[in-house]
Nanobody, 120 residues
Framework: QVQLMESGGGLVQAGGSLRLSCAAS????????MGWYRQAPGKQRELVAD???????NYADSVKGRFTISRDNAKNTVYLQMNSLKPEDTAVYYC??????????????WGQGTQVTVSS
């Protein structure tokens, strides 16, 4: 059973920083792309940032220059460093990973989500 476990959310004032972590556990062969998504109340889930196994990154325009995604392949973990946080960053943040559970089968797994609240 593959699981993604997020941590690091919380309440922070505008202008502050948080670091999210997401670790994969269970039996699998490899993790390809990993990413962070967020969903604010009444809105659709949206991509925040993603990163390939070779560390190519992609960011939503709204977080460029403020957020940094990184990963540690040895620890099967992806991170999201969030700086200069704004109230509009308030959302539940989810990690996603494309994981090869068999040599011929890969699928996307999602974490349970972690709440990030930015007060003004």
């Amino acid at each position: 059973q593959v699981q993604l476990m997020e941590s690091g959310g919380g309440l922070v004032q505008a202008g502050g920083s948080l670091r999210l972590s997401c670790a994969a556990s269970g039996r699998f062969f490899r993790i390809d792309a990993m990413g962070w998504y967020r969903q604010a109340p009444g809105k659709q889930r949206e991509l925040v940032a993603d990163i390939t196994r070779s560390n190519s990154t992609n960011y939503a325009d709204s977080v460029k220059g403020r957020f940094t995604i990184s990963r540690d392949n040895a620890k099967n973990t992806v991170y999201l460093q969030m700086n200069s946080l704004k109230p509009e960053d308030t959302a539940v943040y989810y990690c996603k990973a494309n994981i090869w559970v068999l040599l011929t089968t890969a699928r996307d797994y999602w974490g349970q989500g972690t709440q990030v609240t930015v007060s003004s």
